[in-house]
């Protein structure tokens, strides 16, 4: 019996084993299947690691100059099964460099000098940044030789840094100035870079357009301001009392335990100058943040600043502070810390249906739309619906790529597209209007074209509209009809296994892929290749339709490789019409489907799809019957 129990388990395990590995996966991730870091299941292997960090940094910003400098230390865990010969650190601020390498335009004002190294120690020995024997800088990347005193596994490596940087001037939707005295400051410190069970160190210079892959670690920061100006961060706010004077502190300890807004600092008070101590020049405003992959903040000195908090894991009991933080002038801002506060219920409680897994959530008030752990730094919109928008889709990237520890360097499918799907029916809801018709939209008129590249080709390597569409739009869609075809039981339970499996963590796509195929039951591969791994379109056809004795034939085909949903409506005189409706599942090892129904009236025609399931081909879509049919 326990032969015949072995070889069954075998067998099932060999049969798992061959469906995951029938979607293409490359060399190098086929190593790490290999050495058990990941398995074909999609749990981490028994033998997952990844390395992290501790940093305590102490930042000193000048508005005047938009200087900023920075001394911080690092304690870095080589928790790998590899012993390190060079550590990789990323200056990203070097992108603003004349010369550097990158992908995005960037006006004169702009232009910086980048981050200058003023002291480096490794293990309390100081680093000669001119050897070049030893120590290299390449755009955005800063390679330092240590095959001298290498990093063993399960050993750590102490840094110490002094730097500073000049704050680019104009609109960035990242980062930057966008008055004379309101700043948002990302990609500021030096960071050590990933080393993964995947490629080893992450050496994909940051250029513009992709954005975050990094190490899980904590952060003790400290950022001294102007004694007028307030800071807004990463983490949680570990010294209100010394920065706020008293009734500011009683109105920002109010909003913590609130269900309602506090309006913390309001239009009329902004600039009394008595919202924050004055006792010295300066304020140090300290904040600790936990197990997060970056750390982030904007200061101001006339900003209005709303608060709320709102039990996410009621189980827990734990509230989450949010805080909306913003220019006098911004009138769609007067609502966000509400907006938030609905959306970090609407993510908690229906999709993905996890508790919003941090502390604190502030949207800042500066351009564009950039997500980074806790805090967002959002531009304003001119109607709600694009306010509604963009909040949202900020606030689910704090699940990916920040509670699940995606690759967007890489990968930018697996948190974007989730961040576009995820907040859809919060968005139709709240904003009243259509995302999904918006994204169908724009996908059926780009799928198929020359330009447009499936999601898997990795994201570094694309660029512009067609970047957005491979890793925003078109997965998005993918999640959707997903969503749609599972239900949502089954949806759900697939989700929550993925998010308990690989928080904290990161998982690549196959690690997502098998995990819904495992935790579902279902080999899904027909469909993940498609949507993700092919070029193609989706196109949709009536071929034949036949109304006889009473029973309606319709035959449908699937023209284009993409499957997506079967809606056919049916039209009747007098304006009555009638659906019938099939899943994207109904295209399963299938190019050709017959619906049959019986009716007691005939149609006078018949439309396929609407403009929630895109169709690049819209022609074909159309059946009209003639007399001659009755």
Request: with cysteine; aromatic share 18%.
């Given at each position: 019996m326990k032969t015949c129990t072995t070889l069954t388990i075998l067998f099932v395990f060999s049969i798992l084993s061959f469906s995951q590995s029938s979607l293409y996966i490359p060399r190098n991730v086929l190593n790490a299947y290999e050495k058990g870091t990941r398995s074909f299941?999609?749990?981490?292997?028994?033998?997952?690691?990844?390395?992290?960090?501790?940093?305590?940094?102490?930042?000193?910003?000048?508005?005047?100059?938009?200087?900023?400098?920075?001394?911080?230390?690092?304690?870095?865990?080589n928790n790998s099964p590899d012993t390190l010969k060079v550590i990789v650190i990323n200056l990203i601020q070097n992108m603003n460099k004349p010369g550097s390498e990158r992908n995005i335009p960037l006006p004169e004002e702009s232009l910086t000098d980048g981050v200058v190294i003023e002291k480096f120690l490794i293990n309390d020995l100081p680093v000669i940044m001119e050897d070049v024997r030893k120590v290299s800088i390449r755009s955005t990347l800063l390679r330092i030789n240590i095959e001298d005193d290498p990093l063993p596994p399960g050993s750590k490596m102490n840094l110490e840094i002094d730097w500073n940087f000049t704050i680019p001037g104009g609109s960035n939707p990242r980062m930057g100035a966008y008055d004379s005295t309101s700043f948002f400051i990302a990609y500021w410190y030096p960071q050590i870079a990933v080393y993964d069970d995947i490629d080893g160190w992450d050496i994909l210079h940051h250029t513009g357009e992709q954005e975050f892959y990094n190490d899980f670690s904590d952060y003790e920061v400290e950022i001294t301001v102007p004694n007028n100006f307030g800071?807004?961060?990463?983490?949680?706010?570990?010294?209100?009392?010394?920065?706020?004077?008293?009734?500011?502190l009683i109105r920002y300890n109010k909003a913590r335990n609130s269900d309602n807004i506090i309006n913390i600092v309001t239009k009329d008070e902004v600039n009394s100058g008595k919202i924050y101590k004055s006792s010295s020049s300066v304020n140090t405003w300290k904040y600790k943040a936990d197990y997060v992959t970056d750390f982030a903040f904007g200061i101001s000195d006339h900003y209005l600043w709303d608060a709320v908090s709102f039990v996410a894991d009621k189980q827990k009991g734990d509230r989450v502070y949010i805080a909306a933080v913003?220019?006098?002038?911004?009138?769609?801002?007067?609502?966000?810390?509400?907006?938030?506060?609905?959306?970090?219920?609407?993510?908690?409680?229906?999709?993905?249906?996890?508790p919003y897994p941090f502390p604190s959530l502030t949207v800042f008030n500066g351009s564009g739309g950039m997500e980074f752990p806790m805090i967002v730094n959002d531009g304003s919109a001119k109607r709600r619906s694009g306010t509604v928008s963009v909040t949202s889709h900020e606030i689910a990237h704090?699940?990916?790529?920040?509670?699940?520890?995606?690759?967007?360097?890489?990968?930018?499918?697996?948190?974007?597209?989730?961040?576009?799907f995820l907040p859809f029916n919060f968005q139709e809801r709240e904003g009243k209007y259509n995302p999904r018709g918006l994204n169908v939209k724009i996908y059926e008129f780009n799928a198929g074209r020359e330009?447009?590249?499936?999601?898997?080709?990795?994201?570094?390597?694309?660029?512009?509209?067609?970047?957005?569409?491979?890793?925003?739009?078109?997965?998005?869609?993918?999640?959707?009809?997903?969503?749609?075809?599972?239900?949502?039981?089954?949806?759900?339970?697939?989700?929550?296994?993925?998010?308990?499996?690989?928080?904290?963590?990161?998982?690549?796509?196959?690690?997502?892929?098998?995990?819904?195929?495992d935790v579902s039951g279902k080999d899904l591969n027909w469909y993940w290749k498609p949507w993700f791994f092919e070029s193609g379109y989706p196109d949709l056809r009536i071929a034949e339709a036949d109304f006889i004795d009473g029973k309606l034939k319709i035959v449908i085909d699937k023209i284009g490789n993409i499957p997506t949903p079967v809606l056919l409506t049916l039209n009747f005189d007098g304006g009555l019409t009638t659906e019938i409706y099939k899943t994207a599942f109904v295209w399963e090892n299938k190019n050709r489907i017959v619906i049959e129904k019986e009716l007691d009236t005939k149609p006078i025609s018949i439309i396929l799809g609407n403009d929630r399931i895109p169709d690049s081909n819209k022609d074909n879509n159309y059946h009209n019957f003639s007399e001659s049919t009755y």
């Open positions: 299941s999609g749990t981490p292997g028994e033998n997952y690691w990844q390395n992290s960090a501790e940093y305590k940094i102490k930042v000193f910003v000048e508005p005047e100059t938009r200087l900023v400098r920075g001394t911080e230390q690092i304690e870095y865990f800071v807004w961060s990463t983490g949680t706010l570990q010294n209100p009392e010394e920065v706020l004077e008293d009734e500011y913003y220019k006098e002038e911004s009138k769609d801002f007067y609502e966000v810390s509400e907006i938030a506060r609905k959306c970090i219920s609407y993510f908690s409680n229906e999709l993905p249906g996890i704090q699940y990916f790529p920040f509670f699940i520890g995606t690759n967007e360097e890489k990968y930018g499918w697996m948190d974007e597209g989730m961040a576009v330009m447009e590249l499936p999601p898997m080709i990795p994201s570094y390597q694309m660029r512009g509209p067609f970047l957005r569409l491979a890793i925003y739009v078109r997965p998005a869609l993918a999640y959707n009809f997903l969503y749609d075809a599972l239900g949502k039981e089954l949806f759900d339970k697939c989700m929550h296994e993925y998010i308990r499996r690989w928080n904290g963590k990161h998982p690549i796509p196959a690690d997502f892929f098998f995990t819904f195929n």
